[in-house]
Each structure stands twice: as structure tokens, then as C-alpha cells.
């Protein structure tokens, strides 16, 4: 019987990418967030995500966007030839 409710949860699990543990503190975290925002704060949590995503964004971009744009432009132009 034990062995069935593991693979009944292993399958269930099976096409996840973090466990059912990490899942649940990262909506912990969240969920503390979003009530600090709403008690303290009048932005959203939408604001708040952009806000400390639009660094990590900027520094990808600036590290990678030239070699992209030049792989994608040399393959259109060999595709087109």
C-alpha cells in the first residue's frame, strides 16, 4: 500500500521542476511579501518583481545580447543565400 501512494506521488511529481517542498517556501515567501506590500506599501507586487527583476535583466541583456542578435543575423543570412 506504501509503495503504491509512493508511485501515485512520484508520478504526480514527475513532470514538476522543484519539489513539493520548495514549492511550498517559495509560496511562503511570496505570500509574506505580498502581505508586507499590502499593509505597508501601495504597489503591487507586480511593481515589486519588476523593480528587483529589471537589474538582473539589464545585466543579461548588456552580457548577451550582441552575441544573440549575431548568431540570429548570420543564420538568416545563410538561410537566405
Do not use: C, Y
Not at 509574506?32 to 503591487?44: E, G, I, K, S
Not at 507586480?46 to 535583466?57: A, S, W
Amino acid at each position: 500500500m506504501a509503495q503504491a501512494a509512493e508511485t501515485q506521488e512520484f508520478e504526480e511529481r514527475r513532470g514538476q521542476l522543484i519539489s513539493r517542498e520548495v514549492n511550498n517556501a517559495v509560496h511562503a515567501a511570496f505570500n509574506a511579501l505580498a502581505q508586507t506590500v499590502l499593509v505597508n506599501d501601495f504597489r503591487t507586487l507586480e511593481d515589486l518583481l519588476r523593480e528587483m527583476l529589471r537589474p538582473m535583466l539589464k545585466s543579461w541583456l548588456d552580457d548577451n545580447l550582441t552575441n544573440v542578435v549575431e548568431r540570429l543575423v548570420r543564420a538568416e543570412i545563410e538561410r537566405r543565400r
